[in-house]
């Protein structure tokens, strides 16, 4: 087991109506001038954000709002809101929405306080002082309600910039977790933000750290609460307590609860990432397009984690005789599952074509920051990320 | 799934050596005078303490010391600090040990800046402002080091008075976990300490509150890493890594990571103290007896969760026929298990006797602040403890 730090100083404030209290909240964190930040228009139709204005106004704080967060939000909406927040004296910064919006929020944040470029942060600049940033989701996925990371795109001539950015300082103040708001997320996000979360875990599980059994179960719990949950929401979007579970493990599965004891390795979302710049899929569709090719790629590193993964998640049989097809089964029955959602499995699902493979391929290890190669349970070159998106074809 | 506030603002640093960068943590609080608190000899003759304190002078953070804390901590020690806090102008403490301690030293940190009388705290009113408190833990048992409860022990005419305490503001600023620590910990009280973890999931896991799939499988996850681990460190007391998973999750077992959105059952650490009280047994060993009894008499409350324990923990084959017998086959598992570890399962092996039953479950249900019954999972009365008592016997 590696030496660590776990430090999650967020109030997570889990139920039923709580958005109607975040005036309350907000007053407690010392906030007096919020900027209310947000994406498209679900929020402003449903009536989400008429209540949190009211529960702002009940208690006397001030508020202007920023909508147009996308998915993979972009550095110019964060200038924009960085000027908004220093024009109009904000002194704290309210996410309304999904990852996406959180992390804009997040960047917004920390840019209001630094007299340079926001985007310094995105280069590696750790974020030591921010404004207080907090959260009420709406879709169980990306995590970033439970952690000090962000993630912004910035457009450059010649392509974007997807960079990420780290501090405690932008960790959220409290977190909003109303299950009844995830539950008009149409099956294809929900189902969507269900593999993201999976591929958390995943990318915490294949470690080669030694020792590590107590975050292994902690993994495998979630990954198995999940399991259980899912055609439960699937089959009934409207099933609150299976939303629940699914919206706690997903914020556990992110917040480094299980897995702050090892090495992890990101390669499946480095890989993805190409499938959804290049085919606009959803995030989540990528990942299941491109983890089950990376497991059967890589499976052979480690057998054993693999089997014990297939045998105490999956309930594969060992086969003792031949460990390795234990190892396969349970990849497969990963792929099952995410097609028992409704995610694809092929590139050729998400729009994809062989003849990109080359391209993605060499952008995922050269483009951008890379430098030829990552991953760190297996390190992997170009030629091995193009055999990796042929076992997804 | 209830609704519930998940805040645990603790930052946890855990690994080899440590200790020795405590100076530099308690600095970076604020901290410019520190009291050292600390049980028995043990940390003064390991060398412990004289490394504490060089790393505290290293920083040039003052600091005065109280040793002596005892199992079941008691108030005339925490009088004592008091007096010694306000008299040298500490402004931090430092709990070196325990549960004991760290309970000791949060009652300690809330008194300082009370005016009142520190009891009221354990007499019901909340605790809004304290010290700020910090622990070097020893010993993988109690969890004190990720919560803000502290129960602390007033020796009254009569009897002892233990009672419990609560608030966000004495919840430690940091934990120092290193496993190495607690190599030197003796079997028996490895043992008890494990045994205590556990049946803090065993509290938590039996319950009524419906829909709870995610933290029922993290408490499942804990406890099958403990029940990994636990062989392991018996076997060589110096398991680093062993040491490590259970340390970790005796941490999580007692934040409520894996249990805070549901109703929680004390009843077993209710019905253990009078044995530990009278006996002076371990708070482990009294648990390790009382538990399988209280489970024995509760189970047909809920069948289908002991079975889910049974068959995902221990691994029992599902009786379809007669789940009753899986139920009870998973608690004659967990007693076999304690046994496996030193443990004791009957009151006659931690030196108790059937003439004293009357009177510890009249202590139990009428005793101290008790109103006849307690409870949640099944309510018991005095005639249902003896009963308890007596399967354990």
């Not at 889990?14 to 228009?41: M, P, R, S, W």
């Not at 310094?120 to 959260?135: H, M, N, R």
């Amino acid at each position: 087991m590696n030496n660590f730090t776990f430090y999650i100083p967020t109030r997570f404030i889990f139920g039923k109506d709580e958005e109607n209290n975040v005036g309350k909240y907000v007053k407690a964190e010392g906030g007096t001038k919020v900027l209310i930040h947000y994406g498209g228009g679900s929020a402003v139709r449903s009536g989400l954000l008429d209540r949190v204005k009211a529960s702002l106004e009940a208690e006397g704080i001030g508020h202007v709002e920023l909508g147009g967060v996308q998915p993979n939000p972009k550095s110019s909406l964060v200038y924009k809101g960085i000027e908004l927040c220093r024009r109009e004296g904000v002194d704290f910064i309210l996410a309304v929405g999904g990852g996406s919006t959180i992390d804009s929020a997040k960047g917004i944040a920390a840019g209001v306080v630094y007299d340079g470029d926001f985007w310094d942060f995105y280069q590696g600049k750790w974020i030591e002082k921010s404004l207080p940033v907090a959260t009420i989701l709406t879709i169980a996925a990306a995590g970033s309600e439970g952690n000090g990371d962000t993630v912004v795109t910035k457009e450059v001539e010649g392509g974007n910039l997807k960079r990420d950015a780290h501090g405690d300082a932008i960790r959220p103040k409290f977190t909003i977790l109303n299950p009844a708001l995830t539950q008009t997320v149409p099956p294809y996000q929900t189902a969507s933000g269900i593999t993201d979360i999976m591929a958390h875990l995943f990318e915490r599980y294949f470690t080669n750290t030694p020792e590590v059994g107590t975050s292994d179960r902690l993994i495998e719990a979630l990954l198995m609460s999940i399991i259980d949950e899912a055609p439960c929401v699937m089959a009934d979007p409207d099933n609150y307590d299976a939303r629940a579970n699914i919206m706690w493990a997903g914020m556990l599965a992110h917040n480094d609860t299980a897995g702050v004891d090892r090495e992890q390795d990101w390669s499946s979302h480095n890989i993805e990432h190409e499938l959804s710049a290049l085919y606009d899929c959803t995030h989540g569709a990528g990942l299941a397009v491109v983890f089950p090719a990376w497991m059967k790629y890589v499976y052979k590193h480690d057998v054993n984690r693999f089997v014990q993964l297939a045998t105490r998640v999956w309930k594969c049989e060992l086969n003792e005789e031949n460990p390795e097809e234990t190892a396969l089964a349970g990849i497969a029955a990963l792929q099952a599952f995410w097609k028992s959602i409704g995610m694809p499995s092929t590139i050729a699902e998400v729009g994809g074509k062989e003849e990109d493979i080359d391209y993605m391929a060499h952008t995922a290890c050269w483009g951008d920051v890379r430098t030829g190669s990552f991953g760190c349970f297996v390190e992997l070159h170009e030629e091995d990320v193009k055999a990796i998106y042929r076992l997804a074809l």
